[in-house]
């Protein structure tokens, strides 16, 4: 199967279909050298406050960020926990206005202007749909207004597919659908969970996806095959947040996930080496 970066679009490369800026923050995030990224996810607090492992977000992040690909988050942690010399691509998460506390997970709206995206020099900006909700028009129609602003200044949208309660969702045909329209609509990568038959998401889909770990598996050899199976049926990489840093070892679950991703380790021989301190 071709890598996830030269998917064809009527036999044109995605890559021809997007302004060099665009471009070159995308490659900034999916490395050229493999075609593949390990993201940082650490913009739960947007919506579930202060949850385990993230309570104090400066803490948790400053060890994994050497190892991240691209961070992503809200710009009130990027602002606050972040040091502003880091050379990690940003990824800001631009939706929210809602919380798990709330009547309806998916009231979700941008909340962060493309001015501030572009002060904060944003590599790209995240949005979340929820495709087969009340709010499925709202998201979808707020998505591609943010890929027009995306694409008037080079900066490439990540479209995640729903997240929390809407998980229930997560058949192989309900993440096609999001991923699908997610594509339709402009989005130039796409964050999801991986079912069963994910070569059938990545094959209808024409722009890179990225998975994301979901709640903390049982065990780090649980977090990377799931990273190795994406991967194989075709996945542009992950964007892991609580299966990192939930882990009893972050740095050293982090470390192993770009082993997998990038390296074409098997998880076994990868998570035999999570105790250990292994250079980048
Ligand atoms: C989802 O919309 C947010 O980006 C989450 O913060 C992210 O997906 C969580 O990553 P993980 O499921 O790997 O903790």
Known sequence: MAPASIKLITGVRVEEVMSWGLQNRLSRIIKPSTRRTVMLAVDHGYF???????????????????????????????????????????????????????????????????????????????????????????????????????????????????????????????????????????AHFIKTYYTPEFEKVVDSAPVPLVIAGGPKLETELDALKLAHEAINAGAAGVDFGRNVFQSSNPVGMIKALRRVVHEGWSPTEASEDLGQVVAR
């Open 48 to 186: 579930l406050g202060p949850i385990k492992g993230l309570e104090n977000p400066r803490r948790t992040i400053t060890p994994l960020l050497p190892y991240a690909d691209a961070l992503m988050l809200t710009r009130g942690v990027l602002r606050t926990s972040i040091d502003p010399a880091t050379d990690v691509p940003i990824v800001l998460r631009v939706s929210g206005g809602n919380t798990i506390a709330g009547p309806v997970l998916g009231d979700e709206e941008i909340v962060t202007s493309i001015e501030d995206a572009i002060r904060l020099n944003a590599a790209a900006l995240a949005f979340s749909i929820y495709v087969g909700t009340e709010h499925e028009h709202q998201t979808l129609k707020a998505l591609a207004q943010l890929v027009d602003l995306g694409e008037t200044y080079g900066i490439p949208v990540l479209a995640v597919t729903a997240v929390g309660r809407e998980l229930e969702k997560r058949e192989t045909k309900y993440i096609a659908l999001a991923c699908r329209v997610a594509a339709e609509l402009g």
